[in-house]
């Protein structure tokens, strides 16, 4: 025989032996249908195929049976069986450079169910890996692919699917840290922040993440629409509720006609919730309104800060309540007070989503005259319930005198170093945190920072140090 | 008329061509002055700076830093807002597994103005501890005026590249290697011979 015509045999041979050995369309297990589950890889950083240094990196392997959702056809299931406890261990990752080299990223698989799964025309499996982003600052930037593997070969059983399975192949470019971000940029970065904080299980961080968004993009409605979620999956209906109430108010602001793109990725979740909140409360109750002084103090001379404390002290939700209208009342001495229109947010001053029991407080400023020692506060508004029924309300405190000192943290009459170094103990504390003073939160916003440090040391005479 | 129309169109453009600068100046930065390299084991400074501000009363930040690559062993006040009058200092929360410092904060004291320009807010003191990138971003930032009003900023990043300590071999330790390759390579042309043989 030809030496060059045996080496052609020997190759289709090879080939033939290559394909039987690796396509699991030919090696089906015995009793199961000869198909393969698919298996799809994406990635998530700024975009799908863009990673950026020092932001987290989150990677979704999707396993369907290869008739997922079909209805024509008898789906046979595909059963794949655990490894060491769960389906998850029979997949891994691969991670190459531009020159095909395997690359060592601390990837973290966060999602491990256990036991085994079944793919069939209703079950898809879903696994997620991340990358942290203090991990994703020491990759080198360049060009990667990534690649799954779903091998059961070792752990099929006589009644799993046996075989080898990859994923389509993810290029991925990674790029050195952004100099400086667009407001789009930004978005994205919390948004992908909080979905690897809720990822590795820190919904608390990823409620932060956001927060920090809303901060800085108010009218964000990705951040509010991921707030609402956030909130949903942990159990937080109203305020979830209230979130994409907003959510949905600031996308039809934007868009005010929106015929043709309903924003229905934020209506349903909104409908939902509504619905939710509705079967929690039992029935449909009567929110009612009580709105206490918790705390007064001097803004500045002549002008007094009122924190208002508003509870829903009925029997049902209340999806509203707005304070239209104040109203001062001079009880003692001469004088009339005004409401600080620099200082106070003008009315309407509305809260949304009171559940029965539950409070928030509103700061308001007054220009107090000096011959006034005693007067009343009124607050005239509307509470409306779940349906928006609303019920009027007018409720009224009593105050005399101007409360203590601006910056007078410990109440001993003058503002000094000791006030600063309350704020300074509780220095970057939130409400609810071991070390939170409530004397140091002077603003009221629940977080202690230079917002309150700078309060307090403008009260004190210029030229002072303080330890 | 024409020279109304003249001084009238003049205006608009002095206006137009000046509308951006006055906008521009209203946005305050904070900027990570390094893209230095350093060797592993070294200690050094990173400066925080701030340009463009106006009537600057009190600022916050976070510096995050790469705790692979970085460790933060000190922070120490910059000297922009001592200009202003005396402060109250607050170097933030280091943690240095996480990487960052949290809540830096400077504030003025009493009923004075703040302080306007360019100059340094705070200085971070590192030691370079293993190879490779750190970048140095800056977040949470909160910038205050003398009156209690929050100041537009924009943050500009750093980052700092750490050399890891490399081995020059001996000479003979070259020589050896050269023999070794050079055995490598006769072996692989007696092979590569068999092969053209067969």
Same mark, same amino acid.
């Given at each position: 025989m030809p030496v060059r015509k045996s080496r052609k045999l020997i190759r289709a041979g090879t080939l033939a032996v290559f394909l039987a050995s690796s396509s699991p369309l030919l090696r089906g297990q015995t009793g199961q249908p000869s198909v393969a589950p698919r298996f799809a890889l994406s990635a998530r950083s700024i975009d799908s195929n863009q990673a950026v240094e020092g932001w987290p990196l989150i990677l979704q392997g999707t396993f369907c049976h290869p008739q997922v959702y079909s209805r024509s056809v008898n789906v046979s299931p595909l059963l794949i069986n655990s490894m060491n406890g769960s389906w998850s261990n029979t997949v891994h990752l691969v991670v190459t450079d531009s020159s095909g080299a395997t690359q060592s990223w601390p990837i973290q698989l966060v999602t491990i169910p256990s036991g085994p799964i079944v793919l069939d025309a209703i079950n898809v499996g879903r696994l997620f890996w991340v990358v942290a982003p203090s991990n994703t600052e020491a990759i080198a930037p360049g060009t990667y692919m990534v690649q799954g593997t779903l091998d059961t070969t070792a752990s099929a059983g006589s009644s799993g699917w046996s075989g080898t399975t990859n994923s389509n192949i993810v290029s991925l470019q990674v790029a050195p840290p952004l100099a400086t971000e667009t407001s789009d940029q930004q978005e994205r970065q919390y948004e992908l922040l909080a979905e690897y904080d809720q990822l590795v299980g820190n919904d608390v961080q990823a409620l932060n993440d956001i927060n920090t968004l809303l901060a800085q993009q108010p009218n964000s409605v990705g951040g509010l629409a991921w707030k609402g979620t956030i909130l949903e999956q942990t159990g937080q209906t109203a305020g979830a509720l209230a979130a994409y109430d907003q959510a949905v108010a600031t996308a039809f602001a934007i868009n005010p006609d929106p015929r043709a793109e309903p924003p229905e990725a934020l209506l349903t979740p909104q409908g939902r919730l509504r619905s939710k909140l509705l079967s929690q409360s039992g029935n449909r109750g009567t929110p009612a309104?009580? #709105?206490?002084?918790?705390?007064? &103090?001097?803004? =500045?001379?002549? %002008?007094?800060?009122?924190?208002?404390? #508003?509870?829903?002290?009925?029997? &049902?939700?209340? =999806?509203?309540? %707005?304070?239209?209208?104040?109203?001062?009342?001079t009880t003692a001495g001469t004088g009339q007070l005004t409401l600080n229109n620099v200082l106070t947010p003008l009315p309407p001053i509305s809260v949304d989503y009171l559940a029965v029991n539950a409070s928030t407080t509103v700061r308001i400023y007054v220009n107090v005259p000096s011959t006034v020692t005693a007067y009343s506060i009124a607050e005239m508004g509307e509470i409306a319930d779940i349906f928006g029924t609303p019920t009027p309300f007018t409720e009224t405190q009593a105050v005399t005198g101007s409360g203590p000192l601006l910056g007078d943290l410990n109440g001993d009459g003058s503002v000094g170093c000791d006030d600063l170094a309350i704020v300074k103990a509780s220095f970057g504390k939130k409400v609810g945190q071991p070390g939170f003073d409530p004397r140091a939160d002077v603003n009221g916003d629940g977080v202690v920072n230079v917002l309150d440090l700078s309060i307090v040391a403008r009260q004190l005479p210029a030229g002072t140090t303080c330890p | 008329?024409?020279?109304?129309?003249?001084?009238?169109?003049?205006?608009?453009?002095?206006?137009?061509?000046?509308?951006?600068?006055?906008?521009?100046?209203?946005?305050?930065?904070?900027?990570?002055?390094?893209?230095?390299?350093?060797?592993?084991?070294?200690?050094?400074?990173?400066?925080?700076?701030i340009s463009s501000v106006s009537d600057l009363y009190d600022f916050q930040f976070d510096l995050a830093f790469n705790p692979a690559v970085l460790q933060l062993t000190n922070i120490v006040e910059g000297g922009f807002l001592l200009t202003g009058g005396?402060?109250?200092?607050?170097?933030?929360?280091?943690?240095?597994?996480?990487?960052?410092?949290?809540?830096?904060?400077?504030?003025?004291?009493?009923?004075?103005?703040?302080?306007?320009?360019?100059?340094?807010?705070?200085?971070?003191?590192?030691?370079?501890?293993?190879?490779?990138?750190?970048?140095?971003?800056?977040?949470?930032?909160i910038l205050q005026d003398s009156t209690s009003s929050l100041l537009d900023s924009t943050t500009a990043a750093g980052s700092v590249t750490v050399q890891g300590t490399t081995t020059v071999p001996e000479p003979s330790t070259l020589l050896l290697l050269g023999v070794g390759f050079l055995t490598l390579a006769a072996m692989a042309v007696r092979s590569n011979r068999r092969i053209v043989l067969v």
């Open positions: 309104i009580a #709105i206490q002084l918790l705390d007064m &103090g001097t803004q =500045a001379p002549g %002008v007094v800060f009122f924190d208002l404390k #508003i509870s829903n002290v009925g029997s &049902g939700i209340a =999806a509203n309540a %707005v304070i239209q209208q104040f109203a001062f009342n | 008329m024409k020279n109304s129309i003249g001084i009238l169109s003049v205006l608009i453009l002095a206006v137009l061509l000046l509308a951006p600068v006055t906008l521009l100046a209203d946005t305050a930065t904070l900027s990570v002055a390094t893209t230095a390299t350093v060797p592993q084991g070294s200690s050094f400074s990173v400066e925080v700076n005396s402060t109250f200092f607050l170097p933030g929360t280091v943690d240095n597994t996480l990487g960052n410092a949290t809540a830096n904060a400077d504030t003025l004291i009493g009923a004075i103005p703040g302080v306007s320009g360019t100059g340094e807010l705070a200085e971070f003191d590192f030691t370079a501890v293993g190879p490779g990138i750190s970048s140095l971003t800056l977040s949470n930032v």
